[in-house]
């Protein structure tokens, strides 16, 4: 069991007493904020303004509750678009009961807030990028579990992570998606046997009206006829262009279909987004909890999530890079070296380094391909490994995952504000990790921060932080 299962359960069991609390703000990870008996309490799908009964357990420093009425509903509240968000209590969308504004609203909160709170530094409310609300995902993943002789495909319920509930709808989801769900659950016979699976599917091209589609499933051990099966899918399905399996502990096998398609389109995300357990502990949470939060290392991945809103992202990191006018620039957690080949465009010599080697190869193809392996070195390494090799340079971009950067890295960096780096330029999709690691180098000051609404209808923010040093003017 997940260790937020183990807390469900071990909430579930405790004694709870009752109280009338009026619904303050929302909090990092969706849930509301009251106050009982001067307790911070955290109450899921609660928002700022409702007035609700609420019965919850006390721990040391807050509250855990769940809504036994609301008395008064807030302004804010609209009804949920998805029929699983109440019906099914689905953990995939957190907000869904919230109007955008009143959304987006929070999530810059959430960004300031946790800045002045975790790491001490006080900036205004952050601008916001916003796109679609809905129908905006370019992947859907999904875990199957074993019924009787067929299986249950979906999400958990926020509240019970070891339960799954059948998928019918996802309309923060691009339609296809869902579409090539439905036709694949009408054959999930002759699936590799296993205690549970996941199956994601990957929008490869998003031209309306002529949407393609890849396939990973993952898990088992053993398919004797996962050939015939992919094809078959194949042939049932016309957006599917690609198969793929990743068994148990193994490297991901393509089974039909253009799997050169799928390759080029990032096999390094491929295998982040299907590690086994223990190889990501990210993807592992976020499969076991059934939310919709990253599953690849690096936010920049998210073009295959949320592309508009990824490609303003970049935009905003390489305006922002191309602001201190760099002749060398290190792009640590470089991923499959996107950034990494925008920098060299434009005539600086980069250091790319990623721990991944699937990531650094791709890296090494992009750049030999473009014409601009002279201007770059690609190190297969730890960041806090490379980085003190990889210095001085003019401007560090991070792009760590949910866990942020290594406290030796922020310590080199804290270093480097007297020795040559002029700019750090961070990207985060978790604002308590960017706000401890913004605590670790206080000789640095935020110069710009900017918010991108990845996620609608949930509670992630991904966040770019420009920081200077301070004895800069």
């Excluded at 070195?377 to 806090?384: P, Q, R, S, W």
């Excluded at 490379?386 to 080199?412: C, H, I």
């Excluded at 605590?439 to 966040?463: K, N, S, Y």
């Amino acid at each position: 069991m997940s260790r937020r299962g183990a807390r469900r359960l071990s909430e579930k069991s405790a004694v709870e007493q009752i109280a009338t609390m009026t619904i303050d703000r929302i909090a990092k990870g969706g849930d509301g904020v009251g106050r009982a008996n001067g307790l911070a309490c955290f109450v899921p799908r609660t928002a700022p303004g409702d007035v609700a009964q609420v019965a919850y357990v006390a721990h040391a420093r807050h509250g855990r509750g769940r809504v036994l009425q609301v008395m008064t509903p807030s302004a804010h509240r609209v009804d949920a678009r998805c029929v699983h968000y109440e019906r099914d209590r689905c953990g995939g969308c957190q907000l869904q009961h919230l109007d955008d504004a009143t959304q987006r609203d929070a999530r810059r909160h959430i960004v300031r807030d946790t800045l002045s709170r975790i790491g001490k530094r006080t900036i205004a409310l952050p601008e916001l990028v916003t796109g679609e609300s809905w129908g905006y995902r370019g992947r859907l993943t999904l875990m199957l579990l074993p019924r009787g002789r067929g299986w249950t495909g979906g999400l958990h319920p926020h509240d019970d992570a070891t339960r799954v509930f059948n998928l019918d709808v996802c309309p923060i989801a691009n339609p296809v998606l869902v579409q090539c769900w439905r036709d694949m659950r009408e054959r999930l016979h002759g699936m590799p046997m296993d205690l549970s699976l996941r199956v994601s599917f990957r929008l490869l091209s998003a031209d309306a009206g002529a949407e393609t589609v890849a396939v990973v499933v993952q898990g088992g051990q053993t398919w004797s006829g996962g050939a015939e099966w992919a094809s078959a899918l194949l042939r049932a399905s016309s957006p599917v262009r690609a198969v793929w399996w990743v068994p148990r502990g193994g490297e991901a096998i393509g089974l039909a279909g253009d799997v050169a398609t799928e390759a080029a389109a990032g096999h390094a995300a491929l295998q982040r987004e299907t590690a086994p357990s223990g190889g990501n502990a990210l993807v592992d949470e976020a499969s076991e909890a059934g939310r919709y939060e990253p599953d690849a290392r690096e936010a920049l991945a998210f073009a295959q999530v949320n592309p508009t809103v990824a490609m303003a992202l970049r935009d905003f990191v390489d305006a922002s890079v191309r602001s201190f006018s760099p002749q060398r620039v290190v792009d640590a957690y470089a991923g499959s070296g996107e950034l990494t080949e925008r920098f060299a465009r434009e005539g600086a010599h980069v250091v790319s380094i990623e721990a991944d080697p699937s990531g650094t190869a791709a890296t090494r193809r992009r750049v030999v391909e473009a014409g601009l392996a002279e201007r770059v070195e690609v190190i297969t390494a730890l960041v806090e490994t490379a980085l003190s090799s990889a210095l001085p340079a003019d401007v560090v971009v991070l792009n760590p995952p949910r866990a942020g950067v290594a406290v030796g890295v922020t310590a080199l960096l804290e270093q480097a504000a007297g020795d040559g780096v002029r700019g750090i330029v961070y990207v985060s999709c978790d604002p308590a990790t960017l706000a401890r690691d913004v605590a670790r180098v206080p000789g640095w000051r935020i110069d710009a921060v900017r918010c991108f609404d990845m996620f609608p209808q949930t509670a992630h923010v991904e966040t770019v932080c420009v920081l200077r040093p301070e004895a800069t003017t």
